[in-house]
């Protein structure tokens, strides 16, 4: 081979070693960013934040179906999916109670998250108990009894009971024995309901939700016995409240969320509110990477288990209308997240349900 020759094919190799060299050095020393989810918009700007951050921890030994936080002694309780009861400590969870029921359908706390009521069984027609932590007792409630939840104190409950051949709307009374049941309507026609008590003397109704029809929300005077529609007719419409009862978050199709306080509405990107809660005066929410299924498939396939979510956390400041990111799930150091009953302690830790292996995590909010 002429000189010229090796001299040309020694001098392309370097070429490329060098060029090689260059873009290894340039990926290393490049610093990897979280990014935001893609279908995401809002006011104001989103800013990522920095990666390798703090990630949640899970804190159950076990799954969970829902959990509870108790404000007066700060511990975390919940419920299996067989309904055993267990207190969550940083070491082995304490056994509360080792009765377990079928199907469970929903829990309620009282308003001292001393107690919980549970409705099991058929949900067109559930059997319903209420469980007491400090004795760690469970207790029946009559079977007439269609849908319920708390009133003004641990004492009371308002729902709907078989009267004769009508429902009712009544309040129960369950320092008696057995409970005392006082009819408010004799007649009360509203079927796939919720109940939600609001102080002084108010009662939320709401359609559960559904993409294949328009919901509604009243609210009861229970004094007055007048109703006022609230919200809606709208399609998939659902509401929830922030652990303070500061915010009032209000989500409907198609793809409408919105954080409600002091009669102001605050927009912000799409999510389902359970996936949200305030604290100081701050919304923070999980929100899915993308929300693409056709409209006629949410709220109702992802309920149902068909359908799961992969969330960022966001940050929320209504005042200036800033969102920040804290974290994307399923990158860096994060686990795939598709959060549900989000809550917020005093103290600000962020506790929640990953629908994805159905355990508890918590997330400290210190420095966000």
Request: proline share 9%; aromatic share 14%.
């Amino acid at each position: 081979m002429k000189p010229l020759y090796k001299i040309l094919i020694i001098l392309a190799i370097i070429v490329v070693l060098a060029v090689t060299v260059y873009w290894l050095w340039g990926q290393i020393s490049t610093p990897k960013k979280i990014i935001s989810p893609p279908s995401i918009q809002a006011p104001g700007s989103i800013q990522p934040t920095e990666a390798n951050k703090p990630a949640p921890q899970k804190i159950s030994d076990r799954p969970i179906f829902n959990y509870w936080l108790s404000p007066e002694t700060e511990e975390i309780f919940y419920l299996t999916p067989k309904g055993e009861v267990y207190n969550a400590k940083a070491g082995e969870d304490i056994l509360y109670s080792s009765q377990t029921f079928s199907a469970i359908n929903s829990i309620i706390p009282s308003p001292s998250a001393q107690e919980i009521l549970m409705a099991f069984g058929d949900p067109r027609q559930p059997q319903w108990g209420i469980f007491d932590i400090n004795d760690r007792t469970w207790r029946p409630l009559p079977a007439d009894l269609l849908e319920a939840t708390w009133a003004d104190s641990d004492h009371n409950l308002i729902g709907l009971v078989k009267n004769q051949q009508n429902i009712s709307l009544a309040n129960i009374d369950l320092q008696s024995s057995p409970p005392k049941i006082k009819i408010i309507i004799s007649d009360f026609r509203f079927k796939d309901i919720d109940l939600k008590w609001q102080a002084p003397d108010q009662l939320l109704i709401m359609e559960k939700p559904s993409a294949s029809y328009r919901g509604k929300v009243w609210k009861l005077d229970l004094k007055t016995l007048s109703f006022q529609t609230l919200y809606g007719p709208e399609l998939g419409l659902m509401l929830y409240h922030s652990q303070d009862n500061q915010y009032l978050f209000k989500y409907s199709l198609p793809y409408r969320f919105f954080a409600i306080n002091n009669q102001k509405q605050f927009s912000l990107p799409p999510t389902f509110p359970q996936k949200c809660d305030s604290y100081l005066n701050t919304i923070y929410c999980f929100v899915p990477s993308s929300l693409t299924l056709p409209d006629s498939t949410l709220p109702d396939d992802y309920f149902s288990r068909k359908t799961y979510s992969l969330d960022a956390l966001f940050v929320n400041d209504l005042e200036s209308g800033d969102m920040n990111q804290i974290f994307m799930s399923s990158q860096e150091n994060i686990p795939a997240i598709d959060a549900t009953n989000a809550r917020i302690t005093p103290d600000g830790v962020l506790y929640f349900i990953n629908r994805y292996d159905n355990y508890l995590y918590e997330f400290p909010l210190g420095g966000y």
